[in-house]
């Protein structure tokens, strides 16, 4: 019997030399000392022996069982060791390697525009407010001083939601609710800049999406030239100091009286060129005096308040800032386009 235990231990002892990985060690672990080994069933075997063996035979099986165990745990480390390292040469990097370039990304130009909007007229004052893209009839159209018979509808070809809602087709929208909503709290000073929608067909200079930046002050005793120095100090701000500006009569429902806004080409600084028509001045804006209809519909004394009003296209500035020959650009996410704005940052 002492002889088979022998046997057993030198044959573990062999197949334990070949082992390369700690699976293998594993599965060599519980062929031999696992409840099914051979170890286990030589343990099994003592209730054939008699008396006077069981304990010497015990006594060899545990002492073979145990030193086994403690060759197994001296091999586990070795190869532990030996596959560390083998991982770390594996996974050695190489420091004196060029890095990887790190993308990143930039504002959108009409963002920068809005921003540098927005900065122009916090800074004189104003406050950013903001309104809901589905909008009211009433707020968009009624209390625009638009009723649903008039023709300045038709220069707006709407979406609408049903009969009561729409997709704004102008931010004005915005500047009608804080009419209402500030009513008792005058003077009122705010910019409101926002995505609007009307049904037009996309091309070079036209969008069915686009963002506008309107702009609303109401106060006792604002004039025409109050309107005409604000419009002076954003245009040179955003489009340099050499920008001149022209105010040419117009209509607009909300404002009366209504004027359409020009600024010097700045291409040709005012000579005449292809990009201006050979006229020396691009449009850019409308504006005028808020009704006074549209004051007394939000419950404000057009009598004791006036104000001033104007609306500019965020893309119409961005292509004139920037150069932009086509406002698709802005919408097509070609990274190639966007890129080039990571310098006006």
Not at 115 to 132: A, C, K, N, Q, S
Not at 253 to 277: A, L, Q, R
Not at 280 to 300: D, F, T, Y
Request: negative net charge.
């Amino acid at each position: 019997m002492s002889e088979k235990i022998a046997q057993l231990k030198e044959k573990a002892l062999a197949e334990l030399a070949t082992v390369e990985t700690t699976k293998q060690l594993q599965d060599l672990k519980v062929q031999y000392l696992g409840k099914k080994g051979p170890i286990q069933e030589l343990m099994m075997t003592m209730k054939d022996l008699s008396k006077e063996e069981r304990p010497i035979f015990g006594q060899a099986v545990n002492e073979v069982k145990k030193y086994l165990e403690s060759k197994f745990e001296e091999a586990a480390v070795v190869i532990s060791e030996r596959e560390l390292a083998k991982k770390l040469e594996e996974e050695k990097i190489d420091i004196t390697l060029p890095g990887y370039k790190m993308e990143h990304g930039n504002l959108h130009p009409l963002v920068l525009v809005q921003r540098e909007l927005e900065d122009v007229f916090i800074g004189m004052g104003y406050t950013v407010e903001e309104g809901p893209e589905v909008e009211y009839d009433l707020y968009n159209f009624e209390r625009a001083n638009i009723p649903q018979d008039h023709p300045a509808r038709d220069m707006q070809d709407t979406f609408y939601i049903d009969a009561e809602r729409l997709l704004r087709t102008h931010t004005t929208a915005i500047q009608t609710r804080q009419l209402e909503a500030g009513k008792e709290k005058m003077p009122l000073k705010m910019i409101c800049p926002g995505k609007v929608y009307r049904r037009d067909d996309d091309d070079a200079t036209h969008s069915h999406q686009f963002t506008q930046i309107e702009g609303l002050v109401v106060a006792e005793g604002i004039t025409l030239a109050d309107l005409k120095g604000t419009l002076e100090f954003m245009a040179r701000k955003i489009l340099g100091e050499k920008c001149a500006v022209r105010f040419r009569p117009s209509f607009f429902p909300f404002t009366e009286p209504s004027v359409e806004v020009d600024i010097s080409c700045h291409m040709c600084g005012g000579k005449g060129c292809n990009v201006c028509k050979h006229t020396g001045w691009i449009e850019v804006l409308g504006a005028g005096m808020v009704h006074p209809g549209v004051l007394e519909m939000a419950g404000i004394d057009s009598k004791k308040y006036s104000g001033f009003a104007f609306g500019v296209g965020i893309e119409r500035i961005a292509m004139l800032k920037y150069g932009v020959d086509d406002i698709r650009h802005f919408y097509t996410n070609d990274l190639r386009f966007l890129k080039g704005f990571s310098r006006f940052e």
